[in-house]
């Protein structure tokens, strides 16, 4: 019977073990699940000068525990091993980095959350942060202009306003509380001014830099001996010119049915930002003091068209709205306008009868003209008729009335017998008596003494031929008439 026990006892010395085993690892389990749920947020007041104080805080989020176990390690080559701080959800560490012992420069801070289980602790939560170390003050220079601070990555200002440069010190410890502090302010490579603040009004849009050097005497209450401080500063300076003015061409008196057309600048820097409003006749400038632009057009030129029709005539007032970068207010142009009804006359009696009688009278003028140049070349030619069959024949001169009869018989052949019976006698008249007046005009050359006979060969002169003369004595020569 002794000699079983030992028998025995192995299977319940198994079980125990591997429930033992088993609450081990559920418990574990446990706990990195809860510690997946939870995180902590580890940040600081950083960045610090060396020998002043940098806090630490750490908060857990996600859970609320009356008792945690904080342990802070940083990585500082000469700070020492980690601090273990004991709190609820939240721990602070405040710590000095000395100037002779530590270095300047960025740092990491690691903090790890404990709970207590049963007889051990165990980690819920681990979070970290930089954290930066320096030689030299910290702070910034601030901007402000009207009231308006500008932020760090702000650089524009506007031009012909005071601008205000001011030092802001980064000092959440206190470290500078009783210090001695000296500001020398200098504008690019200009003179340096020594004051608390810096004013100046720029009138170009050049770019500037501002300069700030800060030396600081820091008392310790463990030290005989002044600390000194420095600190070196600059901020970028970008001035740009406001809108003191807009300029509007065109014209604002109009007949009804014509379009608005208007041509508006204006000065200042780019970019601009432009809408315009219209608004009832009786609107005032205090009506349109508060308006702004809901979908502003953007352009890099000041120059823009404004078109607009109005269907009724009246007063018309059309607000235009124009801003830039350093305006936070648009500088407003009011225009009014003036559409006014004519009475229109009919098309008709005005326009298109004058046009057509005009045409009309010029060819009217033009055709006369050519009538008239056409018919004096036409009757300019001159006719001979020879009628070499009648030797006896002279040239007959006829008054205007015969040659007017002449004409009148040609144009109409059946004119009365009377009348071509008297036409026929004056023919015979005048055919009968050409051989009287030959033979009266051979005895007038015969009695004439400056008349010589005709010199035959014999005498060595030249006798014209008969039949030449008496065909000359026979010709008839009809000229015509000259109408002019």
Known sequence: MNDSGPFLRPPLFRCQRRWLLLSTATLLWVLSAAAEALEVNVTNDGPAILDSTITFRARLIGADYPQLYYVFQHNVPSGGGPVTITNGTEAMLPITFLAY????????????????????????????????????????????????????????????????????????????TNSSDSLSWKLDYGLSHYAPYYTINFTDTNVHAVNLIVVALVTRPNSTSPQVKLGSFTRTIAPKDPIT????????????????????????????????????????????????????????????????????????FIAILVSNIVQAKPYIKNIEVHIYDVPRSGLLSTIILPIVCSLLAFVILVTGIAYHIHTRNRLQVEVADFDFQRPDLE????????????????????????????????????????????????????????????????NGTDTAPAEKKSGADASVWTTGQVER
């Not at 740092?107 to 049963?118: A, W």
């Open 101 to 176: 012992r530590d270095q300047p420069g960025e740092y990491l801070m690691t903090v790890t959350v404990l709970k207590q289980y049963l007889f051990s602790r165990h980690k819920i939560a681990e979070g970290s942060c930089k954290f930066l170390l320096t030689r030299d003050i910290v702070g910034r220079i601030v901007v402000s202009q009207d009231n308006h601070t500008l932020s760090d990555d702000e650089t524009i200002v506007s031009t012909n306003r005071t601008t205000n440069f001011t030092f802001e010190l980064h000092d959440p410890s206190g470290y500078f």
């Open 245 to 316: 003015g807009v300029n509007v061409q065109g014209n604002i008196w109009l007949r009804r049915g014509d379009v608005v057309s208007l041509q508006v600048s204006c000065n200042g820097s780019a970019p601009y930002n432009y809408c315009w409003k219209y608004l009832p006749g009786n609107a005032t400038s205090n009506s349109t003091a508060n308006l702004t632009c809901d979908e502003p057009i953007s352009t890099n030129q000041c120059q823009f068209p404004l078109v607009h029709y109005f269907p009724q005539d009246g007063s018309h």
């Open 395 to 458: 040239l007959t001169e006829k008054t205007f009335w015969e040659h007017l009869l002449g004409a009148w018989r040609d144009t109409f052949p059946n004119w009365s017998k009377q009348s071509h019976h008297d036409v026929d006698s004056a023919g015979e008249g005048d055919s009968l008596t050409a051989p009287e007046n030959n033979h009266r005009h051979s005895n007038e050359e015969k009695k004439s003494p400056e008349t010589s006979s005709p010199r035959g060969p014999g």
